[in-house]
């Protein structure tokens, strides 16, 4: 189980479950509406971190900014309820750029306040970190946005400062050779940094592009040798059904 936060004292590493799922509030109530039972089953239990909070599941929250997770912890406005804490930093607008252009003191920072206050912590950076301009770990050469983030430090100052690591390589899912040698090569860094840190990776309805469940299905059947469960994203609610099906080949 997740332990409970306790002010002043880290969260220690979570111990590594069946499977563990990683989803906000509002992709377990979309997926309810269509099958209440297999989100039940799948969502209804402490091995779910929920991002917003669900029954049965363990209330966690995201930030996709270090400064804004600080604020909150400051003005007192994180949830009593809350067990998990994620920072999502990203080459997005809800990661500021200055935390952009430095993701691994940025999260060292969100690992130590968070550790501070007895939070467990998911971190779950997106490789297009190195793609940002003026990024000090920009491709080199003809060196991929991938190996480029393999190289980085990114995921192994993750793991050294987090219980739960994802590898966002959802939009490989449609291609199972590639989704699992990113996957292994992130897992291999990570656990070479902190070899109790649980491994997630993403999957998605629409990484750009519609998803199957046979697609999820085969994604999920790559990796899992290799991780402890998955971020499951619907992609601003799309293809719900894809969703709901694919859970009902694991959790019937």
């Given at each position: 189980?997740?332990?409970?936060?306790?002010?002043?004292?880290a969260?220690?590493?979570?111990?590594?479950?069946?499977?563990?799922?990683?989803?906000?509030?509002?992709t377990?109530r979309?997926?309810?509406?269509?099958?209440?039972?297999?989100?039940?089953?799948?969502?209804?239990?402490t091995?779910?971190?929920?991002?917003?909070?669900?029954?049965?599941?363990?209330?966690?929250?995201?930030?996709?900014?270090?400064?804004?997770?600080?604020?909150?912890?400051?003005?007192?406005?994180?949830?009593?309820?809350?067990?998990?804490?994620?920072?999502?930093?990203?080459?997005?607008?809800?990661?500021?750029?200055?935390?952009?252009?430095?993701?691994?003191?940025?999260?060292?920072?969100?690992?130590?306040?968070?550790?501070?206050?007895?939070?467990?912590?998911?971190?779950?950076?997106?490789?297009?970190?190195?793609?940002?301009?003026?990024?000090?770990?920009?491709?080199?050469?003809?060196?991929?946005?991938?190996?480029?983030?393999?190289?980085?430090?990114?995921?192994?100052?993750?793991?050294?400062?987090?219980?739960?690591v994802?590898?966002?390589?959802?939009?490989?899912?449609?291609?199972?050779?590639?989704?699992?040698?990113?996957?292994?090569?992130?897992?291999?860094?990570?656990?070479?940094?902190?070899?109790?840190?649980?491994?997630?990776?993403?999957?998605?309805?629409?990484?750009?592009?519609?998803?199957?469940?046979?697609?999820?299905?085969?994604?999920?059947?790559?990796?899992?040798?290799?991780?402890?469960?998955?971020?499951l994203?619907?992609?601003?609610?799309?293809?719900?059904?894809?969703?709901?099906?694919?859970?009902?080949?694991?959790?019937?």
């Open positions: 189980m997740l332990r409970p936060p306790v002010k002043s004292c969260a220690d590493s979570l111990p590594v479950m069946r499977m563990r799922w990683v989803v906000v509030t509002g377990i979309a997926v309810a509406e269509v099958d209440e039972e297999v989100a039940s089953r799948a969502f209804g239990t091995e779910t971190v929920a991002l917003g909070g669900w029954p049965g599941a363990t209330t966690g929250r995201a930030w996709g900014s270090h400064a804004a997770f600080a604020a909150d912890v400051e003005a007192g406005a994180v949830p009593d309820d809350v067990r998990v804490v994620m920072y999502d930093p990203e080459g997005w607008e809800r990661t500021p750029l200055e935390e952009r252009l430095d993701p691994i003191g940025s999260i060292e920072a969100f690992g130590a306040l968070a550790r501070s206050k007895g939070y467990a912590v998911i971190v779950t950076p997106h490789a297009n970190l190195v793609s940002v301009p003026g990024s000090p770990h920009a491709p080199r050469g003809d060196e991929s946005r991938e190996d480029a983030y393999l190289r980085s430090g990114i995921v192994e100052a993750a793991a050294a400062n987090a219980d739960v994802e590898t966002q390589a959802q939009k490989m899912q449609n291609d199972p050779r590639a989704y699992r040698a990113f996957v292994a090569d992130t897992a291999r860094l990570a656990r070479s940094a902190n070899p109790d840190v649980q491994m997630l990776s993403g999957l998605s309805t629409h990484p750009g592009y519609p998803a199957t469940a046979h697609m999820l299905t085969e994604a999920r059947r790559a990796v899992h040798d290799v991780v402890d469960g998955h971020y994203s619907l992609a601003k609610l799309r293809l719900v059904d894809v969703a709901t099906e694919f859970l009902r080949t694991i959790h019937d």
